[in-house]
């Protein structure tokens, strides 16, 4: 256990697309996965091993378009819940969420948070324990960037009202958990990135030209990918 924390916390890093996974654990043993990737299901199943660990729940913020998710292994395999959001329109998934829902485990409160931009399907998962708060943010907010905005329906636009109206009124002491860091960080606060985070000191038309201005490579997998992932990760 980490500190004082009632939860066990451990994240996982994708070496190959510089994606991060997130292992949440009860005081009762029962656990959720938020995106986890179907390369890393080994290191998932050790780390359920060497806690006990009951697979409840498996969650991916958005249909992501770099990697292919575990989602569908972990439900055949530890028959767990799979969860994303209502907007994600993926049939695979055994349960959908809505904004503002609240999802438990155990003593553990987790609440979704609808924060489209990135994609149309994007959300964001708060949790709070004892007097500490985290936010999976997915690809929404990243440390001092953003997610991209250039595929999936994504919308530059509503990006800068997620972050500023969703996320940016969250406490200053909130821990970020991203879904991705491409320079080695694995976590900042909302503090952290008032202050040294540009591009959220950018008002609503600098901030839409920058994003509509990027010119960012294709991820190459994503032909493969999305599709594959609104299949829950299972090839047919």
């Known amino acids: 256990m ?11 890093k994708h070496k190959a697309t510089s994606t991060y996974s997130y292992l949440i654990a009860s005081k009762l043993n029962n656990a959720i996965l938020i995106d986890p990737v179907k390369e890393e299901i080994k290191k998932y ?7 006990n660990l009951e697979l409840k729940y498996a969650i991916d913020t958005h249909v992501h378009a770099d ?4 989602l569908g292994d972990l439900r055949d395999i530890y028959d767990c819940k799979t969860i ?6 993926v049939n695979c998934i055994s349960q959908s969420i809505r904004d503002g829902e609240n999802l438990y485990l155990d003593e553990i409160k987790i609440k979704a948070i609808y924060t489209p931009g990135h994609t149309d399907d994007s959300y964001c998962y708060l949790l709070n324990d004892n007097k500490k708060q985290f936010l999976f943010s997915g690809d929404t907010l990243l440390i001092k960037g953003n997610g991209r905005t250039d595929f999936q329906n994504g919308d530059p636009s509503l990006l800068f009202e ?3 109206e969703k996320i940016l ?10 879904a991705h860091d ?13 202050t040294n985070n540009h591009r959220l000191s950018m008002d609503k038309n ?3 030209n920058f994003m509509n201005s990027l010119n960012l490579e294709t991820p190459k997998l994503i032909d493969i990918a999305v599709s594959l992932n609104k299949e829950c990760g299972i090839i047919k």
């Not at 199943?45 to 806690?51: G, S, V, Y």
């Open 45 to 51: 199943q050790k780390k359920l091993k060497e806690f």
């Open 162 to 164: 997620s972050l500023h």
């Open 2 to 12: 980490e500190g004082e924390l009632k939860l066990l916390l451990r994240q996982f």
């Open 206 to 208: 600098t901030f839409i």
């Open 84 to 89: 994303m959001g209502e907007q994600s329109k």
């Open 67 to 70: 990697h292919i998710t575990a």
């Open 169 to 178: 009124i969250l406490d200053d002491e909130t821990i970020i958990y991203p």
């Open 182 to 194: 491409y320079k080695g960080f694995k976590s900042t606060t909302i503090k952290e990135e008032k």
